[in-house]
């Protein structure tokens, strides 16, 4: 908004500063110029008002004899014009001189005879006095009128307008055209005095003359044609009759008018015609205000902006240019059907100021808004010269001393210090460029382009670098635009079966890499849930190969895919899933069938009671076994993915409860008290009900098997912040510090007596740190040597 009233408030002043030089002479001069060739433009047209002219040309001249006439010829003209009956005679001759007494006797006598009459007279300087040169008084009789025949040419000479009036020593004498319309009684369009009372109140103005052609356009006699007899007298009914001559060098009464386009000068007599046409008609020429023009002119400068800023550039510059010709026609229609002059070079000229105009504006505005981003580019790089000047060469030096100290005297070391050497080349390189180009104050044109090559350097090195990185990766990605183009795939994804260059749908190609499941779902849902979505081990096209799938958003502008080749991991957990089957039938079942062969040996007794012994250690053993194989099925069923968690919310009091009425004789034995607190009952928790049975049984079962006897275990449950924590804490012979995570590793057992003194397979923590994970959880201890341990398992809620 602000934008546009700033545009429009600098248009209204451009509009003035046009209009101002539009006032000037040489702009008055091209004005005038272009007044002519619009109305030329316009055309001739035919006239329609009766007039008629008595031509003294040269024609007559040659018959009649050279100029000036004698009076009585005039005489004898005017008589004859007479015998037609015409509306009006106007006589464009000056008759101030005093002739003979007979010649001026004749022509006196002939305007008295002619009731509509009008005489010329015309202001002339005498002296340095301006004066009326009326005719001889004894043609002004009281029937004749005056009228003043001033062409009033322009100061080009050129004579476009007369004077509806023209006043000298008091009085007023109206135009001669005015006069001779008055005089045939016809009226005169136009209102050019007022009338108070009595009095017309004259005020001499312009009337632009609606020429309508060159010499010749209205119709004529030559006089001596009149005076011979050879025109008919009907000729003249109801005409206005003007005489006057046509003759070149004739009283100089010559003027040049917008149709002389080829030099000739019109003379004053047609000139009258052609203004008695105008008024006749109701023609004449009128001019738009200056205040129109500047109306007009700040349209024209706003439409401009307003253009440029919508179409910038080729078509802004066609409009800008049509508009040239499209005023001219304007012009040219205004003045052909309304008579009206519109001047159009004030507009040409704002088309040839403005346009350059706005171009420079823009050219400034841009240059400042370069100005402004290099500035914040280089508040960016002046921070990094800092950065750099700051940190990073005693960083570069400690590298180097830790790559002389900690690697020996090899190729890697070389190859560390070549590349080194080759960072520290470049980056300094770097350095010098920006302290050379930051470091000055003077900040012209060629410096702007020198900061413009420096940031597009850096951003070219920005973009290769990170290019790079994503060559070196490793796993596939692939990148898809919202519209599911796939805009971008580093060079691992070239390695995969079914590579396409340009594939046609993201995720149709996504389907057509992997075991061809469809991922049109999985796209719209990453796209619209803003979350990235795993799959592990999907397999690849061929069958052979595994990966971990990553769809990934960028925003909501488009998907990264990323593979991860998972196969190794993938054929280790296979071989974990087909150790389980192994160990639990290959092994569980000959154990049965010792374990059975024995039991049965014995029961029957089917051996002598040496045998009896053996067999007791057999039993035992196959039952410590089987004890193990239990243990270790339970952490690889769930590590090898073959148990599924089946998760419930249920009340961990009856959990307990059942836990305790297990294990409770073998605490008894030991004489150890369990205390359990009474609000557990309430607590719930969502978990895989039989899995957490397990694990805490093997905390509880771990607090009797290291406790002493004649102590306490604790059991709390805590419910806060997410998570529900299970604490068992015994009064045993601790755990040191740093076995505190080792005792959580698969068969690691403490070697201390207390552990020694116990049957154990090193599994049941390592179980209980399954499970907790599984879950979400974890589970931690913390000991005091020779006080007691509290394990402590939680579980998100
Ligand atoms: P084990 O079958 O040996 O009990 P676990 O994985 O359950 O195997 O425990 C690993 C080791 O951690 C034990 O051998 C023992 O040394 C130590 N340990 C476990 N629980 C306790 C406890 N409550 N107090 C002291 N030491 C313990």
Redesign the pocket.
């Known amino acids: 908004m602000k934008l546009v009233f700033g545009a429009v408030a600098a248009s209204f002043f451009v509009a003035v500063a046009i209009l101002l030089l539009s006032w000037t002479t040489y702009f008055a001069q091209l004005d005038s110029t272009a007044y002519d060739f619009t109305l030329r433009l316009a055309g001739p047209i035919s006239p329609t008002s009766p007039t008629l002219i008595v031509a003294i040309d040269e024609s007559s001249l040659d018959r009649i004899g050279a100029w000036p006439w004698s009076r009585d010829k005039l005489a004898r003209l005017i008589e004859r014009v007479e015998t037609g009956n015409p509306r009006a005679i106007a006589v464009d001759v000056l008759l101030d001189e005093k002739k003979s007494e007979e010649e001026d006797n004749a022509l006196a006598q002939s305007i008295a005879n002619a009731p509509a009459i009008v005489l010329a007279t015309r202001i002339a300087s005498v002296n340095g006095v301006d004066r009326w040169r009326r005719p001889n008084v004894r043609f002004v009789q009281n029937h004749v009128r005056l009228g003043h025949v001033h062409a009033d040419p322009d100061f080009d000479g050129i004579s476009r307008r007369i004077f509806s009036a023209k006043i000298s020593e008091a009085q007023a004498v109206r135009a001669f055209a005015r006069e001779a319309l008055r005089a045939a009684g016809l009226p005169e369009k136009g209102v050019f005095e007022e009338n108070i009372g009595s009095a017309d109140i004259i005020r001499p103005q312009t009337v632009n003359i609606r020429f309508v052609g060159d010499n010749a356009s209205f119709r004529h006699v030559p006089a001596w044609k009149v005076l011979e007899g050879a025109v008919e007298p009907a000729a003249f009914k109801d005409q206005i009759v003007l005489i006057g001559s046509t003759a070149e060098g004739i009283d100089l009464d010559q003027w040049f008018t917008p149709f002389s386009a080829n030099g000739q000068k019109m003379s004053g007599v047609e000139i009258h015609a052609n203004a008695i046409e105008t008024l006749y008609t109701g023609r004449a020429i009128a001019e738009i205000s200056d205040m129109l023009v500047l109306v007009g002119l700040w349209t024209l400068v706003v439409l401009f902006w307003w253009v440029d800023r919508r179409f910038e550039g080729r078509r802004f510059y066609a409009t800008a240019v049509l508009t040239g010709p499209v005023l001219v026609a304007l012009s040219w229609l205004v003045m052909k059907y309304y008579s009206v002059w519109v001047p159009f070079p004030p507009f040409l000229a704002a088309i040839v100021l403005v346009l350059p105009g706005l171009e420079v504006g823009k050219l400034v505005r841009m240059n400042r808004d370069l100005d402004g981003k290099i500035g914040r580019l280089t508040v960016a790089a002046l921070y990094e010269r800092r950065a750099s000047g700051g940190h990073r060469r005693p960083l570069q030096l400690e590298t180097r001393q830790r790559i002389l100290s900690e690697l020996p005297d090899c190729s890697e070391r070389e190859g560390w210090l070549t590349a080194l050497d080759a960072y520290e080349r470049e980056s300094s390189g770097r350095d010098n460029n920006r302290e050379h180009l930051f470091g000055t104050r003077r900040h012209n044109s060629r410096w702007k382009l020198d900061a413009v090559d420096f940031f597009n350097e850096e951003l070219m090195r920005f973009l290769s670098f990170n290019n790079a990185i994503l060559a070196s990766i490793e796993d596939v990605i692939i990148v898809s635009n919202a519209a599911g183009h796939v805009v971008y795939q580093n060079p691992a994804s070239k390695r995969l079966e079914g590579y396409c260059e340009d594939p046609p749908f993201a995720p149709d190609y996504f389907t057509s890499l992997l075991d061809r499941r469809p991922f049109v779902p999985l796209f719209a849902r990453v796209l619209s849930q803003m979350e990235p979505v795993t799959s592990e081990f999907v397999p690849g096209r061929n069958g052979r190969n595994f990966y971990n799938v990553t769809l990934s958003p960028i925003a909501r502008a488009g998907v990264v895919l990323s593979m991860h080749d998972a196969t190794a991991q993938h054929e280790l957990n296979q071989a974990k899933s087909d150790m389980v089957s192994l160990v639990s039938h290959e092994l569980r079942t000959p154990l049965t069938s010792i374990r059975g062969y024995s039991d049965m040996l014995l029961k029957y007794n089917l051996v002598q009671e040496k045998g009896k012994e053996f067999l007791a250690t057999i039993i035992d053993e196959s039952s410590r076994l089987n004890q193990l194989i239990q ?1 270790f099925l339970d952490i690889a069923y769930i590590e090898s993915g073959r148990q599924k968690m089946t998760k419930s919310e249920f009340e961990i009091g009856p959990v307990f409860k059942d836990m305790v009425s297990i294990l409770g004789p073998a605490a008894a034995e030991k004489e150890i008290a369990i205390e359990m607190p009474a609000d557990m009952e309430t607590t719930r928790v969502l978990a895989d009900r039989l899995l957490l049975y397990q694990a805490l049984t ?2 509880v ?3 009797i ?3 002493p006897p004649r102590t306490t275990i604790r059991i709390g449950v805590a419910n806060g912040s997410g998570r529900v924590r299970f604490q ?1 804490a ?1 009064q ?4 040191p510090a740093d ?1 505190a995570a080792k ?2 590793e698969k068969f ?3 070697a ?1 007596k ?2 020694r003194e ?11 740190k399954e499970v907790a994970t599984r879950h979400g959880g974890d589970v931690l ?1 913390e ?1 005091t040597m020779g006080e ?2 509290v ?1 402590t398992l939680w579980i998100p809620n």
Do not use: H, M, P, W
């Not at 116990?758 to 209980?768: D, M």
């Open positions: 243990s093997n905390l079962t771990n607090a098997k290291y406790s068992i015994d045993g012979c601790g755990i076995e005792i959580f690691y057992r403490r201390n207390e552990t116990q049957t154990g397979f090193g599994l049941g923590l390592a179980f209980v201890v000991s007691g341990s394990f």
